[in-house]
Structures are given as structure tokens and as C-alpha cells.
């Protein structure tokens, strides 16, 4: 592992990109998620912070896409896959489309679905070094809890509205519900977990779609839901846990390519 300090350039197939945050520490910021293409074998890994929504246009990747970066082991997040970026050394290359069953996206995703939700949560427990970040396949889906969120603090509202003087962007807009997978995973016996998604890809939907607030809400949940678990896909979680809270896993993405041939299907339990 490189020393605190120590620079590397990473070649990134960027799969998650997670809701802006704001804290004092970092102002607004994302943590972004991937692919090591540079290793000896694909890895995962996690860059933080981000200060996506002050990137100039050119350096405001996609996900799917492909990147390169500078970026130096973390001081404070002692996560096996966190990095640092250095945001000014970020360059875009090419974007793996999707078409069908996502042939491009799998070949670099699918060989690191492993452990299941179960085995990763144990690694973690009590801050243990097992994996923070994963790709998990639902055995048994139980429904998408959703539940009111408060609206930002005082402090939150107050860095929502900081930009910057090369960059041109909008308030921060706090989506006012919370959206949650509750499945079942893989493991035999699994008795369940309930996990706030916190994908960008959501969050920009709530904010953008325009319906009264109940439509919206019963709108997010049938996309994600009904139609990334339709039974023509084959679904899956990109997963990762909190920094200060090992072992407390969120869903960070959703990869739901439709399946290559019939297979079994998944079992949807919606919960009232």
C-alpha cells in the first residue's frame, strides 16, 4: 500500500456517484465510486471529496465513464479502497454505453460480485478490515421504505448556497424524503437489510420531475423498483459503508442490465 502522501494515478471506470453532502470540513461534496482498471486485476475504489458541482464542464464525468486522476491514500479515512483526488488532474476518456444487457459495463463490473450483503457487513463489524465497498445480488426483495427527511440545517443552507468564482451553479436542493432497499441477500438464513439508497441518479430525479408530492414519491418508487427489478433485468447493488460508522452499509447504485438468458427470478415481497 503507498505511503500517506504519495501519489498515484488511478485509471477509473467510474460506476457510483452519491447525493452532494454538505460539512463544515468539505463544504459540498460527493463521494464517487469504481473500478481500478491500472491493477493487476479490477479493485474497487472510493475518491473523497469530490467537489463534483465545481469541476469545470470538461472534468464533470459520467458514470460508466472512464477517468484518470491523481490521488494520494486518505489521512483521516483509513478505508482500504478511499483515496484522495487531486481534483485539477482529472481527465475523461472513453464512456462504456449500455445497449441491452450492458456486454462492455459487465465485463468490468460482474467479476467483482463476491461477498454477500451478510459476509460484508461482518467484515466490517466494529471496524474491522473487510471490504467497504461491494457489489451485492438481491435474493428477495421486500419493498422500498421511504420515509420524510427535515429540511437542511441552518449551518447546511448556508454552505448549499456556496459557489465559487469559476463556476456557475445552483442551490443544493435537500430531497425531502428518504428512499431505502429492504431485501434479502444471498446468504442462506439472511434475515434482511433495510439500506438508504443515496445514488446521485435518484436525487436529481426527485429534484427535477414535476408532481405533487405523493406522485412523486409513488413515481421514484416504481422506477426504482418496478422497473429496475423487472424480471427481464438482472439486478444488483453497488454498496459501501459510512466512515464514522463501520459496518452501517448504503445502497451508493443500482446496476440493472437486462439478463443475458432466463434465469431464475427474483422473488418480489413488497411490503405494505
Known amino acids: 500500500m503507498p505511503a500517506l502522501g504519495a501519489y498515484e494515478t488511478l485509471r477509473v471506470l467510474v ?3 452519491a447525493y452532494p453532502s454538505l460539512s463544515s470540513r468539505y463544504g459540498e461534496a460527493i463521494c464517487v465510486a469504481g473500478v481500478r482498471l491500472d491493477t493487476p486485476e479490477p479493485e474497487w475504489v472510493r475518491l473523497f471529496p469530490v467537489r463534483f458541482r465545481d469541476l469545470p464542464r470538461e472534468q464533470q464525468f459520467s458514470k460508466y465513464e472512464v477517468i484518470t486522476v491523481r490521488a494520494c491514500r486518505h489521512s483521516t479515512d483509513t478505508r482500504r479502497e478511499t483515496w484522495r483526488p487531486d481534483l485539477d488532474s482529472i481527465e475523461r476518456h472513453e464512456f462504456l454505453s449500455a445497449g441491452g444487457t450492458w456486454p462492455k459495463r459487465r465485463a468490468v463490473v460482474e467479476p467483482l460480485i463476491g461477498p454477500t450483503m451478510c459476509e460484508l457487513h461482518r467484515g466490517r463489524k466494529g471496524g474491522a478490515d473487510g471490504p467497504s465497498l461491494g457489489l451485492v445480488r438481491p435474493a428477495r426483495m421486500r419493498g422500498i421504505p421511504t420515509r420524510a427527511e427535515d429540511e437542511w440545517t441552518v449551518g447546511q443552507a448556508a454552505l448549499a448556497g456556496q459557489g465559487n468564482l469559476l463556476t456557475v451553479k445552483t442551490d443544493l436542493e435537500k430531497p425531502l424524503h428518504a428512499f431505502s432497499y429492504s431485501y434479502c441477500c444471498e446468504e442462506p438464513g439472511c434475515k434482511g437489510h433495510t439500506q438508504k439508497i443515496v445514488d446521485w441518479e435518484l436525487g436529481q430525479a426527485y429534484r427535477s420531475w414535476e ?60 411490503l405494505a
Open 15 to 17: 460506476t457510483v456517484k
Open 211 to 270: 408532481r405533487s408530492p405523493g406522485e412523486l414519491v409513488a413515481s421514484i418508487q416504481e422506477k426504482w423498483l418496478d422497473f429496475m427489478f423487472d424480471p427481464k433485468r438482472d439486478t444488483t447493488f453497488f454498496v459501501g459503508d459510512q466512515h464514522t460508522r463501520p459496518g452501517q452499509f448504503l445502497v451508493l447504485g443500482t446496476f440493472y442490465p437486462e439478463r443475458e438468458q432466463p434465469e431464475t427470478q427474483l422473488t418480489m415481497d413488497v
